[in-house]
């Protein structure tokens, strides 16, 4: 329902805004403010891309969470789709997103609503294959199951291959 109001109010107030600054100002003007802002959108997005790709890469060769440069690469990234959409209403909340503080607010926001959790998965390789299967977790509850492993020789081919994967 949201993206359905997006898409019908933002062309409305992008109309009336072009009906109201090309009446103050004229036709010709108003066409040169929408290519500039373009223009220098484009600009201004292709340097803060850089830097935030630059930061990314730093955060990967030091190990850090590359959680911030990601996110901030998608707000620039769309701050550039906004910024080349011709609209005055676009264009400022374009030019708000490539706003290092705006940004930020929109991040804490975001952290604020989403709750993460943790999932971890250990194989063993043998080591352990002597151990009782119905031994306790370390929470006190137990678990039991039955597997079995399946080679590759084991495994029927499908009868229809879609030529993508090997027979």
Do not use: C, H
């Amino acid at each position: 329902m949201w993206l359905f109001l997006l898409f019908v109010v933002v062309p409305i107030v992008e109309i009336g805004l072009f009906i109201q600054v090309g009446g103050a100002i004229g036709l010709w003007p108003t066409l040169a403010i929408v290519v500039l802002t373009a223009i220098a959108g484009t600009t201004l997005m292709r340097a803060q891309g850089m830097m935030t790709l630059a930061r990314l890469q730093n955060s990967l060769s030091d190990g850090t969470n590359p959680a911030d440069p990601i996110a901030q690469g998608a707000m620039i990234l769309v701050a550039g789709v906004l910024l080349l959409t011709p609209g005055f209403f676009t264009d400022a909340v374009g030019f708000a997103l490539l706003l290092p503080p705006v940004r930020l607010a929109i991040m804490a926001w975001a952290k604020s609503r989403i709750t993460s959790g943790s999932f971890t998965f250990t194989a063993s390789t043998g080591a352990n294959q002597n151990r009782d299967p119905r031994a306790a977790r370390s929470d006190g509850q137990t678990l039991e199951g039955q597997y079995s492993v399946l080679d590759d020789d084991d495994a029927t081919p499908p009868e229809n291959p879609s030529g993508w994967t090997k027979p």
